[in-house]
């Protein structure tokens, strides 16, 4: 088992950045990868960035140039670092990772961009 705490949402206004951070707890040797993803009110949860356990990252293309996922190396955290954030950027976030051939998710972490 896994378990995923998401932290570092919060309100800022656009331009701004803030770093989220996702703690992993258990079997965290087991992880494969990490994805962050996020869903506004009224729409999909959709992908923002992932990252493999050999560190290839994938990032939306919404997002592309301006968010960074990253990793530490025991697989204990996954972080989302954002700048140049945006109106259209609001949302929960969530932290999902891979492991035993299924998924784990957080609890999710809010993220407010004033305009």
């Known amino acids: 088992q896994v378990q995923l705490v998401e932290s570092g949402g919060g309100l800022v206004q656009a331009g701004g950045s803030l770093r989220l951070s996702c703690a992993a707890s258990?079997?965290?040797?087991?992880?494969?990868?990490f994805g962050w993803y996020r869903q506004a009110p009224g729409k999909p949860r959709e992908l923002v960035a992932s990252?493999?356990?050999?560190?290839?990252?994938n990032v939306a293309d919404s997002v592309k140039g301006r968010f960074t996922i990253s990793r530490d190396n025991a697989n204990t955290g996954v972080y989302l670092q954002m700048n140049s954030l945006r109106a259209e950027d609001t949302a929960v976030y969530y932290c999902?990772?891979?492991?035993?051939?299924?998924?784990?998710w957080g609890q999710g972490t809010q993220v407010t961009v004033s305009s």
């Open positions: 999902k990772a891979n492991a035993f051939g299924r998924l784990y």
């Open positions: 258990g079997s965290t040797s087991s992880i494969t990868g």
């Open positions: 990252i493999s356990s050999g560190d290839s990252t």
